[in-house]
């Protein structure tokens, strides 16, 4: 038997009579109930309570809330465990938004960096990772044109001003354009120096960037 987590994290699971994986899902929530390491377990039948799906978004099942983490599909007990662990003690909110890139739920990940806006820093140091897939540099990058303009991502114009000055020139041109996504005025002081910069597509992205400022 595993050693229960601190403050166990509560559970949602949304199941339908003819899900072919949420069998599966239930047992291994229950198996972590017994264990410990969720403190309780709701399940409900959407073709019974439809309205529940709704109120959650969701159209697909299994759907599950393990504390302020949302999932969608099919997951070992071991995954699940983990996830439970990580609701249990804050770990950083960049590792759900990079499960939730990789599962191709971007609106979700939207929709959660909008009710825990202290999770966009997060996205910084996603940017900075090279091991990161396809999917995950791609999701990012529909994260900052969902927030175009927004006063979420005007907080984040300070730390794009110091990416914008990085030795690497993906970095420098990915902060160029978030940069001129934010519509601050004040990102004009660190996109100027990147139109004499070494590098001809970052010098291209930080013009484009700057006319989106209304600076051309």
């Known amino acids: 038997m595993s050693t229960p987590v601190h403050n166990p994290a509560d559970a949602l699971l949304l199941i339908a009579p003819s899900c072919p994986h949420?069998?599966?899902?239930?047992?291994?929530?229950?198996?972590?109930?017994?264990?410990?390491?969720?403190?309780?377990?709701?399940?409900?039948?959407?073709?019974v309570h439809p309205e529940t799906a709704q109120e959650v978004g969701t159209r697909s099942v299994p759907w599950m809330r393990i504390g302020n983490y949302e999932l969608n599909?099919?997951?070992?007990?071991?995954?699940?465990?983990?996830?439970?662990?990580?609701?249990?003690?804050?770990?950083?909110?960049?590792?759900?938004?990079?499960?939730?890139?990789?599962?191709?739920?971007?609106?979700?990940?939207?929709?959660?960096?909008e009710e825990y806006p202290d999770s966009l820093p997060q996205?910084?140091?996603?940017?900075?990772?090279?091991?990161?897939s396809l999917s995950v540099k791609f999701g990012l990058g529909a994260i900052f044109e969902a927030l175009a303009g927004s006063d979420l991502l005007k907080t984040l114009v300070p730390e794009l001003g110091k990416l914008a000055t990085h030795d690497k020139a993906n970095l420098r041109g990915d902060a160029a354009y978030?940069?001129?996504?934010?519509?601050?005025?004040?990102?004009?002081?660190?996109?100027?120096?990147?139109?004499d910069d070494p590098q001809d597509d970052v010098r291209e992205i930080a013009a484009e960037a700057l006319d989106m400022l209304g600076q051309p």
Do not use: F
């Open 22 to 47: 949420c069998q599966s899902v239930l047992h291994a929530l229950s198996d972590l109930v017994k264990s410990g390491d969720i403190g309780r377990l709701e399940v409900v039948n959407i073709a």
């Open 73 to 113: 599909g099919s997951y070992s007990t071991g995954e699940l465990k983990s996830w439970a662990e990580k609701a249990a003690t804050g770990a950083p909110a960049g590792e759900y938004i990079r499960e939730l890139l990789e599962q191709q739920q971007l609106d979700q990940a939207i929709a959660y960096i």
């Open 123 to 132: 996205l910084l140091d996603m940017m900075q990772d090279e091991e990161d």
């Open 178 to 195: 978030y940069l001129g996504l934010s519509s601050a005025p004040e990102a004009a002081r660190w996109l100027k120096p990147l139109l």
